[in-house]
């Protein structure tokens, strides 16, 4: 039982040492001051989803969907 203990307490200092290691290990990544300026200026454009032709194409596939399931539900059956 002592022996469960010590490797338990051991488990837990290296598990302690490791979290410290990698918290020095990332704060070891930031970068030095950029003292060189550039200018530069870039454009961006954006989508809007009901310009893009996929959304309507599956908008009408599932719209006639809807109505053909609309009229053949409401036929009666004639036997």
Request: charged share 20%; hydrophobic share 45%.
């Amino acid at each position: 039982m002592e022996l469960k203990k010590i490797t338990t307490k051991m488990q837990s200092f290296a598990l302690t040492i490791f979290a410290l290691f990698f918290s020095i290990l990332t704060f070891a990544q930031d970068d030095a001051v950029d003292t060189k300026v550039s200018t530069s200026t870039t454009t961006t454009t954006t989508e809007e989803w009901y310009t893009n032709p996929t959304y309507i194409i599956i908008g009408a596939v599932l719209f006639i969907v809807l109505v053909a399931v609309l009229v053949r539900g409401g036929r009666e059956r004639r036997d």
